[in-house]
């Protein structure tokens, strides 16, 4: 009988149950097939049970690592996180019991944000304010000749608007123009329907203006008087395809516009037959070298605190001002422009600056005053006036004193570059620098504290007297070289040559 003998490390053979204990420890991986999943396990799910002992495990617990030892265990789940919320005056947060609280910022014109207690409030009372909405979309009305025909007069713009007939108004309203909406009037009009009516446009918005007919006004009285208009912020897009094309031609009382000009003659804001206009805080954009009388006040109104930026008319023919008007008034005007812009003025005007361009000066009317001006290099030009005044008046280039219809200027505190030929009588200059010197040809003529030459001295110029000049008063002057007078009657007194 054969013996089939164990196996060694030489033969095969039979694998002894000794053999088998002694090696249970050295089956490894690498000695044994490998399953990548239970795929080929019957019972799945049991299988599953048996190598994460979930029978271990409490309802809802979660299979984790313990932090300690590397193991996995089951373990119960971390509690949920209680939110809440606290307001304030100026933002709201979201507190968390178990994480970082989160800020909701309030206020915001880019990003959705929460709304401001102050906001709130205008928006309540532009509820209560007004008794109509016009706009193309999400409107009661699709125009503003449709709310005024319906007998509204506060009315609120949330949507572009195109009107497409004159808007005719028998009482006083209040048009609102939110902000990126524009209201286009196109060619049509505002006509008054009785005597008396205010129009009042605010807002932050646009109101758009196309006239195509010459001189004709956007906003009118027509056949009645007494008519108003109040202006509060919007913009005014003029595209008028036309000189003459003014916003309107009523009393006005406008604080805070910016006026975007065409490029023609009288198409900005024009003062007429009122001497009760107040114009604040306005902007006017220029539309080329033929935009000119951006500003015309003929009867008296008030200018305060203009800038004026892009381009305008260069020529003294068109000024850029054109006021004619004997009680009025302008003060703090800023002109952002390059090239040489003209004037001509009258009343009260005062702060006029110019840092990129020249201003020349047209003054034609008697008792008119001029201060704090810087010219930039810019003229003065004296017509047919009596009894002007100019005071600290800087860097003035040239003053045409040569209109012999004129009498009695005086300027004070001012300085001229080139040589001031003086031909209208009873001129005054005091204190003044005379760079280029003087020439005095009319009678009663006063030149006291004066400097005719630069500040170094040791120039040629001098003053001058005429011989046609007669009782010319001279007084405490310094000269570059001793005065030369041929007058006759002539005053010197404390002169000095430096």
């Known amino acids: 009988?054969?013996?089939?003998?164990?196996?060694?490390?030489?033969?095969?053979?039979?694998?002894?149950?000794?053999?088998?204990?002694?090696?249970?420890?050295?089956?490894?991986?690498?000695?044994?097939?490998?399953?990548?999943?239970?795929?080929?396990?019957?019972?799945?799910?049991?299988?599953?049970?048996?190598?994460?002992?979930?029978?271990?495990?409490?309802?809802?617990?979660?299979?984790?690592?313990?932090?300690?030892?590397?193991?996995?265990?089951?373990?119960?789940?971390?509690?949920?996180?209680?939110?809440?919320?606290?307001?304030?005056?100026?933002?709201?947060?979201?507190?968390?019991?178990?994480?970082?609280?989160?800020?909701i910022p309030a206020g915001s014109t880019t990003n959705a944000s929460l709304m401001l207690p102050a906001d709130k409030t205008k928006l309540d009372e532009l509820a209560l304010r007004f008794d109509a909405t016009i706009g193309a979309s999400g409107a009661e009305f699709t125009t503003l000749s449709a709310a005024i025909t319906a007998g509204r007069v506060n009315i609120l713009a949330i949507d572009d608007t195109t009107e497409t007939t004159d808007t005719t108004h028998s009482t006083s309203f209040l048009l609102y123009i939110q902000q990126g909406v524009t209201v286009d009037m196109v060619d049509n009009q505002i006509i008054a329907g009785a005597s008396n009516l205010t129009v009042a446009i605010e807002g932050n918005g646009t109101f758009r203006s196309a006239q195509t007919v010459l001189n004709q006004k956007t906003i009118i009285d027509a056949a009645f008087s007494g008519g108003k208009v109040i202006w509060r912020g919007p913009v005014w897009d003029n595209d008028a395809t036309i000189a003459g094309c003014s916003l309107t031609d009523i009393q006005m009382d406008i604080d805070s516009i910016r006026a975007e000009l065409p490029n023609f003659d009288d198409c900005g804001i024009e003062s007429a037959n009122n001497r009760e206009d107040i114009i604040r805080n306005a902007t006017f954009i220029g539309g080329g070298l033929s935009c000119s009388r951006a500003v015309r006040n003929q009867t008296g109104g008030s200018f305060h605190e203009c800038y004026f930026e892009s381009t305008f008319s260069t020529t003294a023919a068109d000024p850029v001002i054109e006021m004619v008007g004997e009680t009025g008034s302008m003060r703090g005007f800023f002109f952002n422009n390059t090239g040489n812009i003209h004037l001509s003025l009258s009343g009260i005007c005062v702060d006029f600056k110019s840092p990129n361009g020249t201003l020349s000066l047209i003054a034609s009317r008697t008792g008119s005053i001029f201060s704090d001006m810087i010219l930039s290099n810019g003229d003065i030009d004296v017509q047919d006036a009596d009894e002007m005044v100019f005071t600290n008046i800087s860097e003035i280039n040239s003053i045409d004193l040569s209109d012999t219809g004129s009498f009695g200027s005086k300027f004070t505190n001012c300085t001229v570059t080139s040589l001031v030929t003086c031909s209208t009588p009873q001129a005054e200059f005091l204190n003044c620098n005379l760079n280029g010197g003087m020439t005095v040809v009319a009678d009663d003529c006063g030149i006291t504290i004066c400097r005719a030459g630069t500040s170094s001295g040791g120039g040629a110029e001098t003053i001058t007297v005429n011989a046609s000049a007669d009782r010319t008063r001279i007084t405490s002057c310094r000269t570059d070289v001793a005065v030369a007078n041929?007058?006759?009657n002539t005053s010197q007194v404390g002169n000095t040559i430096y």
């Open 1 to 103: 009988m054969s013996i089939i003998s164990n196996v060694n490390n030489g033969d095969s053979g039979l694998l002894s149950r000794t053999k088998i204990n002694d090696n249970d420890n050295n089956l490894n991986a690498d000695k044994m097939e490998k399953s990548a999943n239970l795929s080929d396990v019957a019972a799945q799910q049991t299988a599953l049970n048996n190598i994460t002992d979930v029978a271990s495990a409490t309802n809802e617990f979660v299979l984790t690592r313990d932090t300690a030892t590397g193991d996995a265990l089951f373990k119960a789940s971390a509690a949920g996180t209680n939110l809440a919320y606290t307001a304030s005056p100026t933002d709201g947060t979201v507190t968390s019991d178990t994480g970082t609280d989160a800020t």
């Open 486 to 488: 041929s007058g006759t």
